[in-house]
């Protein structure tokens, strides 16, 4: 049975994009979401994944909704599981 699982380093590289696009270093967004820069660190390198009340507050301190994160997500998602056909 195929169970789905969301990749912490997908994760990562879609909060990292995101805040790059944004023109946030780390220290800043990290400041902002009042989280760790080194845990903001960990989560864009994928080696931890962030629970929903930091991903919210990582949303809010980009300037967008916790759904519009989620949409780029899971349209990343949804590439990465294209390109394994």
């Not at 820069?37 to 960990?42: C, E, G, I, Q, V």
């Amino acid at each position: 049975m195929f169970v789905p699982t969301l990749d912490p380093k997908l994760v990562g590289e879609v909060i990292a994009e995101l805040r790059k696009k944004k023109g946030i270093s780390q220290e800043v967004l990290s400041g902002l979401a009042d989280i760790g820069r080194t845990h903001l660190s960990a989560i864009e390198r994928g080696e931890r994944k962030p629970t929903l009340e930091t991903l919210y507050r990582i949303a809010c301190a980009l300037d967008m909704k916790m759904s519009d994160v989620m949409i780029v997500l899971e349209n990343r998602l949804e590439k990465a599981k294209a390109d394994l056909k």
